[in-house]
């Protein structure tokens, strides 16, 4: 089994949003929405700090598609559109998603975007990857570990862009790889565990 | 087929609203949901809540109509069947509040050839065909007098009936991402089902009667209402034990609570509690209101403005609070985002108010769903009542 995954180090985000916007550009993503984000935990503002001063604290957590081993969004979709790849990728058949938004009710990590309107683009037309596919008015969209790169052996945008090295592409099923030992580490942890996703991206504080 | 000069003029009335509805859902197929006040924080609203309330409306007939038989109750026999034109005509005003939510409503026969059977809404889709299935046998048996047939479809269509609701309620009760994960999810339903379903029931067959279609007995009229005194008592307890359940850990879900008891769904909830439940019981729990026909009105009408001020909080306040917080929050892919406005691209609360095509699609269906109970009752009990024909002004 290949369990592909993201592991992101939150000591080295320095919250310059480089992954949010990569992603956004890579991926062709529509004006109004992000597949990923980079928030301020516990506050309103983006750079918020956490706590009264002078005892504040700031933690930056970049957070998209968990890419859960066992997806609630799948579960609950009607038309088997949300599906989990031979890569353990939680991804969308564009084709078969008929809106219905139960998706987005049953994801613990408003991970998920919906095309409410007609996508457009500031600049007037399609951007990023040629071999990202347009998502029509009507469907669900979200990150998709950048399938696209990565069947052609490149790392996720994200990945890439990160002047920091904070994230890590990897096989969570090969013990070897980078991002196996990054998630066996004794501060590695998963968001929400409790939802019982099973989320196969995680985070290092 | 005879219409009342009244009857007519309200007719037109309402294919005008359902009119007007059809070209606001055409408006919005051309644009897409991005005319309603939906987001990607909150992904459902009125035609949600409408759908909810809807197939719980669509509860009283079938209930009373296969209790009937199943209890051997004579007396509700004499209004079988207007109760299962309005439990027909309900279920099809819910499943086109599901039409006019989807994003990509061409893409629909997608249910067909790949269903995914672990999904609740997959669940709903068959019991609802079921249930209608079932509401048109049951129609056209009584229609033709087949008495054995009706009492033998009565003993699958009441367990069918309380399972429509439940299946309803799972679509959101199995969802532990939100509030609304809770085993009384079902219960509640099942109840709201009922009380609302019968108030529904009993401001029809009082129209009805007035129409001349129906002769309605004061005695079941007090009989009926004793029984909605019963079942808004059930549905408030219910009530009760689900709040008491999420208040008392004091974690998790008391963020919720805290939002039905003074935050953003707080009007619904306490209108629910005072008017919906409080008032018309206490109307109803009184014998000598039961006699009087304006006073179960008036009840009928709280328990349905109480059950649908119930599905509003019941779905809203689940979508207020993300589960994971910060700032700047969740990307709202809004019209207004989509052209530009910075300041609705983001939010960290979900906030939603119906838009006027919206409030006006769902008005069209609920008009087209009334015209259709209005026509299909005088069309199949025209001919059993005199006075329809007594009192017929001039041939349609």
């Not at chain 2, 609302?196 to 129906?214: E, F, I, R, Y």
């Not at chain 2, 001020?309 to 993300?322: G, N």
């Not at chain 2, 409030?359 to 009334?370: E, H, K, M, Q, T």
Request: with cysteine; glycine share 8%; charged share 15%.
């Amino acid at each position: 089994m290949t369990k592909m995954a993201l592991v992101i180090n939150q000591e080295r985000c320095i919250g310059c949003q480089a992954c949010a916007l990569s992603c956004k550009m890579s991926n062709n993503v529509p004006d109004g929405m992000m597949w990923n984000r980079v928030i301020s935990v516990d506050t309103n503002h983006i750079d918020g700090a956490r706590g009264t001063y002078p005892n504040v604290t700031r933690e930056y957590l970049p957070i998209a598609c968990q890419h859960c081993e066992d997806p609630a969004c799948m579960k609950v979709c009607p038309t088997g559109a949300t599906y989990k790849d031979a890569s353990g990728r939680v991804l969308i058949d564009y084709d078969k998603c008929i809106g219905c938004r139960m998706c987005m009710a049953a994801c613990p990590y408003n991970a998920r975007v919906f095309n409410w309107n007609e996508p457009v683009r500031q600049v007037g037309f399609n951007y990023g990857d040629k071999d990202v596919p347009v998502r029509p008015r009507g469907v669900m969209e979200k990150c998709t570990l950048c399938h696209e790169r990565c069947d052609r052996g490149e790392e996720p945008m994200c990945v890439v862009n990160c002047p920091m090295r904070a994230r890590v592409y990897g096989d969570l099923d090969d013990p070897n790889s980078e991002a196996s030992k990054a998630a066996r580490a004794a501060d590695a942890y998963v968001l929400l565990p409790e939802m019982g996703t099973k989320p196969q991206v995680h985070y290092v504080k | 087929m005879q219409l009342t000069g009244k009857t007519k003029g309200v007719c037109i009335v309402l294919a005008l609203l359902t009119i007007v509805g059809i070209g606001c859902w055409v408006f919005q197929l051309m644009g897409g949901l991005g005319i309603t006040g939906m987001s990607n924080v909150n992904s459902w609203g009125l035609y949600i809540c409408m759908f909810m309330l809807f197939v719980g409306l669509s509860a009283g007939g079938l209930i009373v109509a296969s209790s009937a038989h199943v209890f051997g109750i004579e007396s509700f026999k004499t209004i079988a069947k207007p109760a299962v034109i309005l439990s027909t005509v309900c279920i099809c005003v819910a499943a086109a509040f599901i039409l006019v939510d989807l994003g990509g409503v061409q893409r629909i026969w997608r249910l067909f050839t790949g269903p995914n059977f672990t999904s609740p809404l997959m669940w709903d889709v068959c019991i609802i065909l079921i249930y209608l299935i079932i509401n048109i046998l049951d129609l056209v048996w009584m229609g033709k007098g087949a008495d054995d047939k009706v009492r033998k479809l009565s003993y699958v269509a009441l367990p069918v009936a309380i399972l429509v609701h439940s299946v309803t309620a799972w679509i959101f009760g199995l969802q532990i991402a939100r509030a609304w994960y809770t085993a009384i999810m079902a219960p509640i339903f099942v109840a709201s089902a009922l009380d609302s379903g019968l108030a529904l029931l009993l401001l029809a067959l009082m129209l009805l009667d007035k129409m001349g279609l129906v002769k309605l007995e004061d005695g079941l009229v007090a009989s009926l209402a004793k029984l909605l005194a019963t079942f808004i008592a059930v549905d408030a307890f219910f009530i009760l034990c689900e709040v008491l359940t999420m208040a008392y850990p004091g974690a998790g879900e008391a963020a919720a609570l805290s939002q039905m008891f003074s935050g953003a769904t707080a009007p619904f909830f306490w209108f629910e509690v005072v008017g919906g439940l409080l008032v018309p019981f206490v109307i109803l729990a009184v014998a000598k209101n039961r006699e009087k026909r304006g006073m179960v009105a008036l009840a009928s009408v709280l328990v349905v403005l109480g059950v649908a001020a119930k599905r509003a909080w019941l779905l809203l306040t689940s979508f207020i609070m993300p589960n994971v917080a910060g700032g700047p929050g969740i990307t709202t892919g809004t019209l207004s985002a989509q052209t530009g406005n910075a300041t609705s691209m983001w939010a960290t609360v979900g906030t939603y108010a119906p838009t006027i095509p919206e409030v006006f699609i769902a008005i069209g269906v609920i008009s087209l769903g009334a015209l259709a109970f209005v026509l299909l009752c005088v069309k199949l009990m025209g001919g059993d009542s005199r006075a329809a024909v007594d009192e017929a002004v001039q041939p349609a």
